[in-house]
């Protein structure tokens, strides 16, 4: 950005509205080329206590299944269930409860409509 002639800009459009659209798409070119993007898939089924660790451990689960390495398989699947999976859902339950014993309206309300999958359209 720094080596950027920033008066060609200028010259070349004639309103401020052209000036205004002219610099928008060049800010999006350049943070199309810089900035890396990546995607996250939500889907409308995912728990709110399922976190990034248990979706490592889930996909480390699959791998371990579509080898055919059933010892592999069988010590993925029990780290799961046995302690995983309740670890987080007390994690998630005691942030919860965090939440609402502040007695702030707004904290409540975004602990409600998180609980609820409340989605404003």
Same mark, same amino acid.
């Given at each position: !950005? %720094?080596?950027?002639?920033?008066?060609?800009?200028?010259? /070349?459009?004639? $309103?401020?509205?052209?000036? &205004?659209? /002219? !610099? +928008?798409? =060049?800010? $999006?070119?350049?943070?199309? @080329?810089?900035?890396?993007?990546? &995607? *996250? +898939?939500k889907y409308n089924n995912d728990k709110p206590w399922f976190n990034a660790r248990l979706k490592q451990l889930c996909?480390? #689960?699959?791998?371990?299944? *579509?080898?055919g390495d059933q010892a592999l398989y069988n010590q993925a *699947?029990?780290? +799961?269930?046995?302690? #995983? @999976? *309740?670890?987080?859902?007390?994690? =998630?339950?005691?942030?919860?409860?965090? !939440?609402?014993? /502040?007695? %702030?309206?707004?904290?409540?309300?975004?602990?409600?409509?998180? +609980? /609820?999958? =409340?989605? #404003?359209?």
């Amino acid at each position: !950005m %720094e080596l950027t002639d920033w008066s060609l800009f200028e010259d /070349t459009t004639g $309103s401020l509205d052209e000036y &205004t659209n /002219t !610099m +928008i798409s =060049y800010i $999006s070119f350049c943070e199309d @080329i810089c900035a890396p993007t990546r &995607t *996250r +898939i939500k889907y409308n089924n995912d728990k709110p206590w399922f976190n990034a660790r248990l979706k490592q451990l889930c996909r480390s #689960k699959e791998a371990a299944y *579509r080898s055919g390495d059933q010892a592999l398989y069988n010590q993925a *699947r029990n780290t +799961i269930k046995s302690c #995983k @999976i *309740r670890a987080a859902k007390k994690t =998630y339950s005691n942030r919860l409860s965090s !939440m609402v014993s /502040t007695n %702030e309206p707004s904290t409540v309300r975004k602990c409600l409509q998180n +609980i /609820t999958s =409340y989605k #404003k359209t």
